[in-house]
């Protein structure tokens, strides 16, 4: 299963972006989909995860401001940004994780998008 993520850009603080990732590939169904960020020197942190189920989990930093949202009919994961800061700064990548079917059997899949980047002016 393949992802592929847009909506990246240079912004200034306080606006907002509207970032997408659209998942491909095969007959698949998708059990839960992230949205994590990566800033220069730091580590890979979880930003919105929403489960098959609905549920949502979001960081503390961006509970609030940021909104992750799904439409199934079109495999595609969003996640609206608003009031966005400096320290949001960084590539965004999506994640997606389920069960990707075969002819004759299925098998399990973990996949990462591209990244885009996501750059907040002072």
């Known amino acids: 299963v393949q992802l592929q993520a847009s909506g990246g850009g240079l912004v200034q603080s306080g606006e907002s972006l509207k970032l997408s990732c659209a998942a491909s590939?095969?007959?698949?169904?998708?059990?839960?989909m992230g949205w994590y960020r990566q800033a220069p020197g730091k580590q890979r942190e979880l930003v919105a995860a929403l489960s098959r189920d609905g549920s949502t989990n979001y960081a503390d930093s961006v509970k609030n401001r940021f909104t992750i949202s799904r439409d199934g009919a079109k495999n595609t994961l969003y996640l609206q940004m608003d009031n966005l800061k400096p320290e949001d700064t960084a590539v965004y990548y999506c994640?997606?994780?389920?069960?990707?079917?075969?002819?004759?059997?299925?098998?399990?899949?973990?996949?990462w998008g591209q990244g885009t980047l996501v750059t907040v002016s002072s």
């Open positions: 994640k997606a994780d389920g069960t990707v079917f075969y002819s004759d059997y299925a098998s399990e899949f973990s996949s």
């Open positions: 590939g095969g007959i698949f169904r998708i059990r839960s």
